[in-house]
């Protein structure tokens, strides 16, 4: 017999991905990339796990997959991507030897860089990385970023001196730009909105500069920018000045597939009614309630070595499983604080919540998730337990 989750008889806490709600996701974000004809590179961080990153390599808008190092690299290969874009400087010696290594056996690696001496230690880097007569110029994209940003140029003098460096080097060849958004909308808001476009617009005018002082050395220029809240808003600013300049606009989601309870679920297309794919929370995380010191208070044994929490605490969802039975959780009832191995649970003091009874909880952030697990349980959309997946972190 088939266990399901909610069975009292499993051992708790457990990581659980729908790969039904995956498949859903997948098929919704390929399908509003189709109609718009936009590219994407999924990024592999998010799950890490070859059972979905395959599924995203299948899809008909996928160009490859995207990576932030060598080993994430590794992972993309064994999913049989061709093309692998690495949304970072590459610095660490092995990240570069691997980056020759897979471009000699014939596939596509694309890296950022930011600074003139990040493009100078690339260079000298894959100078000794191996033989360079039978390889390729190791393209890259040149990031454009903003003060207080992760990385990226912060003044167009900085995207022309960093272009010069990359035009002048032995190994590298110029492809196009990068951008990341994100980071610059966490609500939703218009004010996010606009903050995100007007960052973007200066991407957009990156790239036309490099294509109007020719410095772009591929056959095409590529634009790469979209995170999984504002890809409809890269979109909408890139993807005409983009196409007048003969350019490839490139999205590099990745929380997209798995979706959540949390800052996803309010900053989507959807949730801001921008449209866009119809998303379903994937991943959820279960436990059982520990103990009810207080009338007002459950404990769950699961806490922040199980569960991300740098965007917003776990959500309890509205149902719990006393003896394997579903049975309703009072809407009143949320997580208001995690230790390293407890969930602290407010609940109206007439609660009937009792020790043993096993809580699935929604997730804000995947990113943060699956990297905390050995082992994730797959199921279907009948909670039924269908096989178990390694995150490859």
Known sequence: MTALLGDPHLRYPLAALNIDAVRHNLAEMDHYLRSRSVQIA?????????????????????????????AQGRLAEKAGAQRILVANQLIECDDIAWAARAARAGRTVISLVDTPEGVRWLDTALAKAGDRTASPRHPVLLEVGYRGGRGGTRTQQDVDSVADVVTGSRHLALHGVSGYEGLLGGSGDPADVERVDAYLRRVVQAAIRLVDRGTVAGPELILSAGGSAFFDRVIGVCQDPLTAIGGLLLLRSGCYAVHDHGIYARTIPKSRSAGGPDLRPAATVWARVQS?????????????RHLPHDAGLPTPLQIRYRGGVPGPLTAAASTVALSDQHLHMDVPADSD?????????????PCGLFDRWRLVTIIDDQGRLIGAGRPGF
């Open 42 to 70: 999924p990024h592999a961080k998010t799950t890490m796990l070859q059972e979905v990153l395959t599924l995203q390599t299948q899809l008909a808008m996928t160009w490859g997959l995207t990576v932030a190092n060598a």
């Open 292 to 304: 009810r010191p207080d009338a007002g208070c459950a404990i769950a044994a699961v806490g922040r």
């Open 353 to 365: 919540l009792a020790v043993g009874d096993v809580l699935p909880l929604g997730i804000s952030h």
